[in-house]
């Protein structure tokens, strides 16, 4: 039972227009959302999180929404650079828990 | 500040022997966690250590998996006997706790079984 679903595995997007990565969770429960960004032979990396009271959050190139009705959260990256190359996964937790993640699109982006 | 640093970052192993997972957290943080990520899935929560207690450990697939934090410190991940779909990346992070801290991650290892 997969409780955070990212459905698409990869995206292609050119340099300097904008990547919209998307990602569904089945659990209500759920009240802290995060996204991590990882590079081959690497550990994921934090990238940027919302709370379930906020429907929005940004920080520089990065944007995440969240809409709790339909239980979806997206990453906006804009303008997207050739470094942003990279598996982004989405992960979702209650209460400061344990983190559940999503299965990760790969970002190419292209010049 | 030194990350989570994992050891070793790779292993090979034959079926039935025994591998050990080391990781050192990042210094002052009470809460350690292992994941799993196997063939390219989703990574999966194994268990959460607070400080040497094992605060939850219902994401270990069996009793061939046994997770220590002797002191708070650093953690080892021991599978015993390894079977074939043990492979995978082994994953360590650790975070300050709290609600909104973020977990940082170790570059994990990739275990082998063969």
């Known amino acids: 039972d997969q409780q955070v679903k990212q459905n698409s595995p990869s995206l292609s997007v050119q340099e300097g227009r904008i990547s919209i990565l998307n990602c569904d969770y089945t659990?209500?429960?759920?009240?802290?959302f995060l996204w991590y960004k990882k590079y081959p032979a690497e550990g994921p990396t934090f990238l940027i999180s919302?709370?379930?009271?906020?429907d929005k959050n940004e920080d520089g190139r990065f944007t995440v929404f969240l809409n709790k009705s339909a239980k979806h959260l997206s990453l906006h990256i804009v303008p997207s650079q050739p470094g942003d190359s990279a598996v982004y996964f989405c992960?979702?937790?209650?209460?400061?828990?344990?983190?559940?993640f999503g299965t990760g699109t790969r970002l190419q982006v292209t010049l | 500040e030194a990350g989570v640093t994992q050891f070793p970052s790779h292993s090979v192993i034959e079926k039935g022997q025994t591998v050990t997972l080391r990781c050192d957290p990042i210094s002052g943080h009470d809460n350690l966690y292992w994941y799993r990520r196997v063939m390219g899935k989703e990574i999966k929560f194994l268990l959460h250590f607070v400080k040497e207690s094992k605060q939850d450990e219902s994401g270990m697939p069996n009793n061939r998996f046994l997770a220590e934090r002797t002191g708070g410190t650093y953690s080892t991940l021991k599978v015993q006997p390894a079977e074939l779909e043990d492979s995978g990346v082994y994953f360590c992070?650790?975070?300050?706790?709290?609600?909104?801290?973020?977990?940082?991650f170790g570059n994990g290892t990739r275990l082998t079984v063969t």
């Open positions: 992960a979702a937790s209650r209460t400061a828990s344990k983190l559940t």
């Open positions: 992070a650790s975070s300050q706790g709290g609600w909104g801290s973020p977990l940082h």
């Open positions: 659990n209500s429960m759920f009240d802290y």
């Open positions: 919302i709370s379930s009271i906020k």
